[in-house]
T-cell receptor, first 115, second 113 residues
Framework: NAGVMQNPRHLVRRRGQEARLRCSPM?????VYWYRQLPEEGLKFMVY????????ESGMPKERFSAEFPKEGPSILRIQQVVRGDSAAYFC?????????????FGPGTRLTVL | TQLLEQSPQFLSIQEGENLTVYCNSS?????LQWYRQEPGEGPVLLVT?????EVKKLKRLTFQFGDARKDSSLHITAAQPGDTGLYLC?????????????FGTGTLLAVQP
C-alpha cells in the first residue's frame, strides 16, 4: 500500500514565478491537509480539503496561495509570484473519513527554494 | 491560540539509556499523535491516542495521554542510535470544527553509540 506521494521533492523557482506542488493521498483516503515547515520553525497547518471542497483554509496566506483537490487527480498547492519568504518544506498529509481521532499520514514533502 | 510545548528541546544520550519527552498544553485535545521526523523527510506517525489516561506501547516506546487530555508523554527504554530524530507531538483541538493538527515545538533526540 503506497503511502502519501508528493512531487516534486525539490523545486527551485525565481522570484515572481509560480510553484505547483502535488500530493496524492494514500489509497482510500479522501481527506488531504497541507502544512508548511519554515526553517527553524515547526509545522504549521495551511489548509484542509476533501474531494472538490475546501473545508478549512484558516492557515493559508490570503494572497498568492491556493489549493484544490479535484474529483480526479492529485491535490495541488499553488503559489503565485513566489517570494524568498516562501522558501520552506511543504508537507501533505492524508487521512480516511472519520472524526478527529483519525490518524494522519504525511508525505515526504516538497522543498521549495526561491532564488 | 493553542500551543503544545515540548520538553526537553534537545536531548543527547548514550545508547541503552532511558528517556522521557513531554508534550504540554493548557488546551484540551480530542486526540494526540506522536511523529518522528528525520532530516529531509516527512513526519512518520508513531501512535495516535484518543482517550484520557490511555497508554500505548510500541516495542520500546510507551505513550501516555493525560487524564485531562491536555498533555502527553513519550518514554523510550534502552534507546538505540536508530531512535535518533526529531520527535513531534500533534493534537487535534477538542471541539474543533475540522481535523487540523496543532504541532508541538519538537524534541531533537541524539542517541550516541
Amino acid at each position: 500500500n503506497a503511502g502519501v506521494m508528493q512531487n516534486p521533492r525539490h523545486l527551485v523557482r525565481r522570484r515572481g514565478q509560480e510553484a505547483r506542488l502535488r500530493c496524492s493521498p494514500m489509497k482510500g483516503h479522501s481527506h488531504v491537509y497541507w502544512y508548511r515547515q519554515l526553517p527553524e520553525e515547526g509545522l504549521k497547518f495551511m489548509v484542509y480539503l476533501q474531494k472538490e471542497n475546501i473545508i478549512d483554509e484558516s492557515g493559508m496566506p490570503k494572497e498568492r496561495f491556493s489549493a484544490e483537490f479535484p474529483k480526479e487527480g492529485p491535490s495541488i498547492l499553488r503559489i503565485q509570484q513566489v517570494v524568498r519568504g516562501d522558501s520552506a518544506a511543504y508537507f501533505c498529509a492524508s487521512s480516511p473519513p472519520g472524526g478527529q481521532g483519525t490518524s494522519k499520514f504525511f508525505g515526504p514533502g516538497t522543498r521549495l527554494t526561491v532564488l | 491560540t493553542q500551543l503544545l510545548e515540548q520538553s526537553p528541546q534537545f536531548l543527547s544520550i548514550q545508547e541503552g539509556e532511558n528517556l522521557t519527552v513531554y508534550c504540554n498544553s493548557s488546551s484540551v485535545f480530542s486526540s494526540l499523535q506522536w511523529y518522528r521526523q528525520e532530516p529531509g523527510e516527512g513526519p512518520v506517525l508513531l501512535v495516535t491516542v484518543v482517550t484520557g489516561g490511555e497508554v500505548k506501547k510500541l516495542k520500546r516506546l510507551t505513550f501516555q495521554f493525560g487524564d485531562a487530555r491536555k498533555d502527553s508523554s513519550l518514554h523510550i527504554t534502552a534507546a538505540q542510535p536508530g531512535d535518533t530524530g526529531l520527535y513531534l507531538c500533534a493534537g487535534a483541538p477538542a471541539g474543533g470544527a475540522t481535523n487540523k493538527l496543532i504541532f508541538g515545538t519538537g524534541t531533537l533526540l541524539a542517541v550516541q553509540p
